[in-house]
């Protein structure tokens, strides 16, 4: 894992890039490398990845970042990254999947109320892919807008946001 994390550190080549990310990413499924990855600084080294220009790089990237957030201590370094994830979903093509993959990773971060506030300038585009998104889509903002809704405080900005 050291190894991959490095690697992601010093290539620019986006295969490469790629698959050390799908490898740490298929590492995550076992709770105890997402604690080494976490460790290892990984967390911020992979979502340094969601800043470049690949859109495959950004999807194995938010892959990732999302088998990593099943872990507390993981979503709370993961969260820095929600604005950006954020405006990724809303950048990218409708129904690609790097949009479904920053969805998904927005499903796991909104499980708790912890973080719901850095999602609500996106609530418009959520809606927005709702009536656009083919099926998929909006059945993972369906997730999303699901875990908004169970927070009270989020009431407001759902009901009042602007399509």
Same mark, same amino acid.
């Given at each position: 894992?050291?190894? &991959?994390?490095?690697?992601?550190?010093?290539?620019?080549?986006? %295969?490469?890039?790629?698959?050390?990310?799908?490898?740490?990413?298929?590492? #995550? #499924? +076992?709770?105890?490398?997402?604690?080494?990855?976490?460790?290892?600084?990984?967390?911020?080294?992979?979502?340094?990845?969601?800043?470049?220009?690949?859109?495959?790089?950004? @999807?194995?990237?938010?892959?990732?970042? $999302? $088998?990593?957030?099943?872990?507390? =201590?993981? /979503?709370? @370094?993961? /969260?820095?990254?929600? *604005?950006?994830?954020?405006? $990724?979903? @809303?950048?990218?093509? &409708?129904?690609?999947?790097?949009?479904?993959?920053? %969805?998904? %990773?927005? *499903?796991?971060?909104?499980?708790?109320?912890?973080?719901?506030?850095?999602?609500?300038?996106?609530?418009?585009? +959520? &809606?927005?892919?709702?009536? @656009?998104?083919?099926?998929?889509? /909006?059945?993972?903002?369906? =997730?999303? %807008?699901?875990? &908004?809704?169970?927070?009270?405080?989020?009431?407001?900005?759902?009901?009042?946001?602007?399509?």
């Amino acid at each position: 894992l050291h190894k &991959l994390i490095h690697l992601l550190q010093a290539t620019d080549d986006p %295969l490469i890039q790629e698959q050390a990310l799908i490898t740490l990413g298929n590492s #995550a #499924a +076992f709770s105890i490398n997402q604690d080494i990855i976490r460790n290892l600084d990984g967390l911020s080294v992979i979502g340094g990845m969601l800043s470049d220009c690949a859109p495959k790089v950004k @999807e194995k990237a938010l892959n990732a970042l $999302n $088998n990593l957030s099943m872990n507390i =201590k993981n /979503q709370k @370094e993961i /969260q820095v990254y929600i *604005t950006q994830v954020c405006r $990724n979903v @809303e950048s990218a093509p &409708l129904n690609s999947d790097l949009q479904l993959a920053g %969805l998904r %990773l927005l *499903t796991n971060m909104s499980v708790t109320s912890d973080y719901h506030c850095k999602m609500i300038n996106s609530i418009p585009c +959520f &809606l927005r892919l709702l009536s @656009e998104g083919t099926e998929r889509t /909006q059945i993972q903002v369906l =997730k999303v %807008l699901v875990n &908004l809704s169970a927070n009270p405080a989020m009431k407001r900005y759902l009901l009042q946001a602007q399509v």
